[in-house]
């Protein structure tokens, strides 16, 4: 295969996994502390909080299957894209109905699509997996799940600046990304990529700023807004994508607004600079 053979990798669309777990409450419980929240206990028969499924169905890899930046090595389920940096670009979806601590549920996981695009520094790959969680009748949870793929940064890469954040919203919080908030959170996801807890690999090896905030805790932080605020409400619908990374070196807020669509809120994380690191929207029932 040469370098980017897209052709060869798009073989892997509609390869497909499945995963069966025992939904047990210690990460629920644990999530719920390393979030600050005020919960009562997870016990069994309580329903899963919206995106606390990411803590279940891990993949699980030998240490000699590790890739040099943490990750699986290339191939298995997901294409073997020839591209170092690899990061979660975005998801939508759908809470359908709940999904119970206790309960024995079933992940099935399916390569939609694979495709390439040229950006402003170089290859893109873009896979597209779609996950549906299920109790082996009643369909839970539906996600499309974006990651990205591309080139490790040059010299001469331009230098672009995110898009500004909004500067008012209904309701927001400020969290400080401390080292011990990415570890606890990359240890409950069983995350091995070091950009989250490496600090010499983070700017040595791959030229970041600090530790880089885990998307898919940036996007739980934006949900766990949403229920600090509407605590009654149901999730039924959410979306969101990445913009721009978020450091461990300084503090950023995310915020929250009603739309002009009934039940509608757009989310969004904001870094320290103004800039939009995340942007999302949700819909309660």
């Given at each position: 295969?040469?370098?980017?053979?897209?052709?060869?990798?798009?073989?892997?669309?509609?390869?497909?996994?499945?995963?069966?777990?025992?939904?047990a409450p210690f990460p629920s419980n644990a999530l719920a502390?390393?979030?600050?929240?005020?919960?009562?206990?997870?016990?069994?028969?309580t329903a899963l909080p919206p995106l606390w499924h990411w803590m279940h169905f891990l993949p699980v890899f030998r240490m000699s299957?590790?890739?040099?930046?943490?990750?699986?090595?290339?191939?298995?389920?997901?294409?073997?894209?020839?591209?170092?940096?690899?990061?979660?670009?975005?998801?939508?979806?759908?809470?359908?109905?709940p999904m119970r601590i206790g309960q024995t549920l079933q992940k099935v996981s399916e390569v939609r699509s694979v495709t390439h695009k040229q950006?402003?520094?170089?290859?893109?790959?873009?896979?597209?997996?779609?996950?549906?969680?299920?109790?082996?009748?009643?369909?839970?949870?539906?996600?499309?799940?974006?990651?990205?793929?591309?080139?490790?940064?040059?010299?001469?890469?331009?230098?672009?600046?995110?898009?500004?954040?909004?500067?008012?919203?209904?309701?927001?919080?400020?969290?400080?990304?401390?080292?011990?908030?990415?570890?606890?959170?990359?240890?409950?996801?069983?995350?091995?990529?070091?950009?989250?807890y490496d600090q010499p690999f983070c700017t040595t090896t791959e030229g970041y700023d600090g530790l880089v905030v885990h998307g898919p805790l940036l996007a739980t932080l934006l949900l766990d807004l949403l229920r600090r605020n509407h605590?009654?409400?149901t999730v039924t619908d959410f979306r969101f994508r990445a913009i721009s990374t978020v450091f461990d070196t300084e503090p950023f807020s995310v915020h929250?607004?009603?739309?002009?669509?009934?039940?509608?809120?757009?989310?969004w994380a904001r870094r320290a600079d103004g800039a939009l690191a995340m942007d999302a929207t949700a819909r309660i029932g």
């Open positions: 295969m040469s370098r980017l053979d897209i052709d060869h990798l798009r073989k892997w669309i509609g390869r497909s996994e499945a995963r069966q777990e025992r939904i502390a390393t979030l600050d929240r005020d919960d009562a206990p997870y016990v069994d028969g299957d590790t890739n040099y930046d943490g990750h699986a090595a290339l191939g298995g389920f997901l294409p073997p894209v020839p591209l170092p940096r690899r990061m979660w670009a975005g998801s939508r979806l759908q809470f359908l109905a950006g402003r520094t170089g290859d893109l790959v873009f896979v597209t997996v779609r996950h549906s969680l299920s109790d082996g009748e009643t369909l839970g949870v539906q996600e499309e799940h974006d990651i990205v793929y591309r080139e490790a940064p040059k010299d001469t890469d331009p230098v672009v600046a995110p898009p500004p954040a909004p500067d008012t919203s209904d309701f927001s919080r400020q969290i400080t990304p401390d080292p011990v908030l990415l570890f606890r959170y990359s240890a409950l996801t069983f995350n091995g990529h070091r950009i989250h605590p009654d409400a929250g607004m009603a739309t002009d669509t009934q039940g509608e809120f757009r989310l």
